[in-house]
C-alpha cells in the first residue's frame, strides 16, 4: 500500500513540475486580435466605442451577465470615462477607464480585472477608412502573470477571448450599418 502511494505521489509532483516548466517558458505578454469590416464611416463607428454606455448595446460580456451591476463614473465618453462591473462568473469584477482617444480612429482603454483573478490589460480599437467600409481592429494585450501561463499551458487565450471579440464585432458591425 505504502508503495502505491509512493507512485501516485510521484507522479503527481512530476505532472505539477510538467506543468509548471511548461509555464515557465509561456509567452511573458499576450494579445488578441481580430478585425471586421463595416459598411459605415469612422464617424459612424467611433462614437459606439468611445461611450462606454453605448457598449451595452453591442459588447458581448454585457450579454453574458444581463443581471451584472453596473457603474459609470461621471465621465462616460471620450479621455477619463469609466465603468466598473460585478457579474457572475462569466464576466467576473473589473473596471476599465479610456486612457486614450483619437477621433475618429482610435480609443485606449485600460483594464483592471478583479476577479475571478487580478489582472490589468490594454484594449485597442482601431479605426480606419478602408476604400467606402470601416475596418475595426480590437485588440487585448498585456502581461502574462505566472497564474496565466499556467491557464495558457491548458487553455489557448486567443480561442477563449477571440470569438467573444468576433461576437462583439459582428454586433458593433450589426449596429453601424443601421
Request: net charge neutral; charged share 25%; aromatic share 10%.
Amino acid at each position: 500500500m505504502r508503495r502505491v502511494v509512493l507512485v501516485i505521489v510521484a507522479l503527481f509532483a512530476l505532472t505539477l513540475g510538467g506543468v509548471v516548466a511548461l509555464a515557465s517558458i509561456q509567452p511573458d505578454e499576450f494579445r488578441v486580435t481580430r478585425t471586421v469590416r463595416i459598411n459605415a464611416t469612422p464617424d459612424r463607428v467611433y462614437p459606439l466605442i468611445n461611450d462606454l454606455r453605448g457598449w451595452q448595446s453591442w459588447s458581448p460580456y454585457e450579454k453574458k451577465d444581463p443581471a451584472m451591476k453596473r457603474t459609470f463614473g461621471n465621465v462616460t465618453a471620450g479621455k477619463g470615462a469609466s465603468y466598473e462591473w460585478d457579474g457572475d462568473s462569466n464576466v467576473g469584477k473589473g473596471r476599465m477607464e479610456i486612457a486614450e482617444t483619437v477621433p475618429p480612429s482610435k480609443v485606449v482603454i485600460d483594464l483592471h480585472f478583479m476577479k475571478p483573478f487580478e489582472g490589468r490589460s490594454t484594449a485597442e480599437f482601431l479605426i480606419s477608412q478602408n476604400g467606402p467600409p470601416t475596418d475595426v481592429t480590437w485588440t487585448m494585450h498585456g502581461p502574462a502573470q505566472f497564474i496565466t501561463k499556467i491557464m495558457c499551458v491548458f487553455f489557448d487565450m486567443d480561442k477563449m477571448i477571440g470569438p467573444d471579440f468576433e461576437v462583439g464585432l459582428a454586433n458593433l458591425k450589426t449596429i453601424a450599418e443601421k
